[in-house]
């Protein structure tokens, strides 16, 4: 296996250089004392290992990893430092080991050990098999579609792995100022901490992308990011592209239209406290309330109570304090000839929004109450 040794100081390539020579399992193929040369070499050559310091000018050793896994994104990386205080850190970055400095021969053969069974691995791997039809869901809660049979949540290490995931997907595509991330992620710890752990969850994600087998890459540039997934489509994306597509409402796209709602599991992120995606929350429950009163009032008008009112339950469900639902449900009910229900949905409506909202149903919805069991005297 071939590595290469970065680090800006000489003795210390140096004294790594003779410990692998010595211990023999591993070709030096290059070393320096700058991330840059390393990176000009890689760009270049291939190489298995990189044997990394963490801290060094210009580049440091953690944003040099992000563009030594753009070039290799199978490349090992063992990080090299003097400060013991990185030494966890660093092997939460998803690095293949960490190496304190001075490094000792028996601990470097310890490492030189997991790179060779980590090599005979990979040789041997045949591959695993990739997703048909790659699909994030994000109504109700993050998930791997390929995965919700068998209750598919994302692994994650940490959650703020997870909600940098999240944000990505939210943004996919757009390239996202590194100080954006850590605000958003981490706004009240100290700015050498949040890059660290900026790094570290970036790593982990780069890990779940992979171990999913799918097209997919977190690219690095000018202390930005950005998630490029083009085999990745999301359920909001279809979601909304679907019922865009299938307005106005016909015949020959009515399942079409109502397989698109039941897309919508249940409010975006509802399940993750993630402040930020609050906005897109509320634009896309009112797109989904539009479109079920749109589904559900062209099935009534086709005279398919029944149908129209499974979506209006649904649609209930997900937004109880809907005046205009409760309005439909009663129609539909009226129609079916089941004034219980009318009236039981009525009674269970105006409690609800009373208990927890402190108001009485619409006049609308009152007036349109009592002209339905009018109809029934």
Same mark, same amino acid.
């Given at each position: ?21 010595? #211990? ?23 190489? #298995?290992? /990189? ?23 199978? /490349? ?37 050990? +997991?790179? $060779? ?11 695993? =098999?990739?997703?048909?039809? *790659? ?14 049979? $068998? ?39 100290? %700015? ?10 970036? $790593? ?11 097209? =997919?890459?977190?690219?690095? =540039? ?13 359920? /909001? ?10 307005? *106005? ?51 009534? $008008? ?17 937004? %109880? ?22 009236? =039981? ?8 929004? +009373?208990?927890?909202?402190? /108001?009485?149903?619409? *006049? ?14």
């Amino acid at each position: 296996m071939k590595a290469i040794l970065i680090d800006d100081e000489k003795p210390a390539l140096l004294h790594l250089e003779r410990l692998l020579n010595h #211990d023999g399992r591993i070709e030096v193929a290059g070393k320096y004392t700058s991330a840059r040369e390393g990176l000009e070499h890689l760009s270049a050559n291939k190489a #298995d290992i /990189v044997f990394l310091d963490i801290e060094m000018p210009e580049m440091n050793g953690l944003e040099a990893a992000e563009y030594i896994r753009q070039l290799d994104r199978d /490349v090992r990386i063992v990080y090299t430092t003097a400060y013991s205080e990185y030494a966890i850190e660093a092997f939460e970055l998803n690095a293949l080991d960490y190496l304190l400095k001075p490094i000792h021969p028996d601990r470097l053969s310890k490492t030189v050990e +997991r790179v $060779s069974d980590i090599g005979r691995h990979h040789a041997g791997r045949t591959g695993s =098999a990739k997703p048909d039809n *790659p699909m994030v869901l994000c109504f109700k809660r993050l998930m791997l579609a390929d995965l919700a049979e $068998s209750g598919g949540k994302l692994r994650w290490r940490t959650m703020k792995a997870q909600e940098l995931f999240a944000f990505l997907i939210h943004h996919k595509g757009l390239w996202l100022d590194r100080e954006l991330l850590i605000d958003t992620l981490w706004p009240e710890t100290e %700015p050498d901490k949040a890059v660290t752990y900026l790094h570290t969850s970036i $790593s982990q994600v780069r890990k779940v992308l992979k171990d999913w087998g799918v097209e =997919a890459a977190i690219e690095y =540039a000018q202390e930005s990011y950005r998630l490029l997934a083009q085999g990745i489509v999301t359920d /909001v994306e279809r979601f909304e592209r679907e019922i865009g597509a299938c307005s *106005p409402i016909q015949e020959q796209n009515r399942d079409r239209y109502e397989r698109a709602l039941e897309l919508y599991r249940g409010d975006y992120l509802e399940e993750h406290d993630f402040g930020w995606a609050e906005p897109r929350r509320r634009e896309l429950l009112q797109q989904y309330v539009e479109a079920a009163q749109n589904y559900a009032e062209y099935e009534m $008008s086709r005279g398919n109570d029944p149908r129209a009112l499974r979506c209006l339950i649904a649609l209930q469900e997900k937004d %109880p304090y809907s005046d205009a639902a409760c309005r439909l449900i009663m129609q539909a009910y009226a129609r079916m000839g089941d004034f219980g229900a009318l009236k =039981a949905s009525y009674e269970a409506f105006a409690y609800v929004i +009373r208990k927890e909202l402190g /108001v009485d149903p619409e *006049p609308k919805t009152k007036r349109l109450y009592e002209r339905l069991l009018d109809t029934l005297e």
